[in-house]
């Protein structure tokens, strides 16, 4: 019983802040700035949603959310390709150097990511990535976490298979399409979900590296909702109940591959 006391009373802390979006985005500003305030609107109205969604030339939010889908999709992808072909190779096959190279990706984990930021943006800026969604795509694709992440997930995945592929006269590229992957189904959704939270979760980034707001993201864009001597908390709180749609119905599909792929990937040496 006291557990279940317990997992209510965290349910209840979780769910209370999106709650409290949703019951602000449908008040007047009226009520949603009286004091003491309301728990749920006394009249909903769609006010703030119907603005959100009208948006200008300064604030197409809706593109704004199509930018965020794209680039968080895009990096998702980029980052299962990437990091499963490296992390095969770091956990499957042997070569000169392997432990050095995955001591120096494990090592710049230490490292905090704002160290990167300037010569990320050099970088893009030499491609002609700025002020583009390839800005928000790209750079994020070798990260050092999904490498890590998956090596301690194929490490446990059974040595047997790969020699009887081998025996039957299949090749690495094959036992990596064939077996590795799709045994890897947790660890490569929990790698998708952690991949696509943080693009679109990003602020920082973004704002760096895209300057017209037909190429914002939410986290920036919404920031823009705020105006210079009074707030709308409405359409604030309606833009946040739209960035966490897409969150909610991801982690919703991919809830059981997420658990079985954290409690599968321990670290293996």
């Given at each position: ?45 769609a ?26 999709t895009g ?10 072909l ?33 010569p990320?943006?050099l ?13 928000l ?133």
């Amino acid at each position: 019983m006291r557990r279940y006391t317990v997992l209510v009373a965290l349910a209840v802390v979780f769910v209370a802040p999106l709650l409290w979006a949703l019951g602000t985005s449908l008040k007047s500003q009226t009520e949603a700035t009286r004091v003491p305030p309301t728990v749920w609107p006394a009249e909903p109205t769609a006010r703030a949603y119907g603005t959100l969604f009208e948006g200008t030339t300064q604030t197409p939010v809706l593109r704004w959310f199509a930018n965020s889908l794209i680039a968080a999709t895009g990096q998702m992808l980029l980052v299962l390709v990437v990091s499963s072909l490296a992390a095969y190779a770091l956990a499957r096959l042997e070569f000169r150097g392997k432990r050095v190279m995955f001591g120096v990706i494990v090592g710049t984990l230490l490292v905090p990511g704002f160290v990167f930021l300037i010569p990320a943006f050099l970088i893009v800026d030499a491609l002609g990535w700025l002020d583009s969604l390839t800005a928000l795509i790209v750079p994020g694709a070798a990260g050092a976490f999904g490498v890590f992440f998956l090596r301690q997930f194929f490490l446990g995945l059974p040595r047997e298979l790969d020699e009887a592929a081998l025996m039957e006269g299949a090749n690495h590229w094959h036992i990596f399409l064939r077996i590795t992957l799709p045994l890897s189904k947790p660890a490569l959704a929990t790698l998708a979900v952690l991949s696509f939270l943080s693009n679109w979760n990003d602020f920082i980034w973004p704002i760096f590296v895209i300057f017209s707001p037909d190429y914002f993201t939410l986290p920036p864009g919404l920031s823009i909702l705020q105006g210079a001597y009074t707030i709308d908390y409405p359409v604030i709180m309606a833009g946040a109940v739209l960035a966490s749609v897409p969150v909610l119905i991801l982690f919703a599909l991919t809830q059981r591959y997420v658990i079985e792929g954290i409690s599968r990937s321990g670290l293996k040496g």
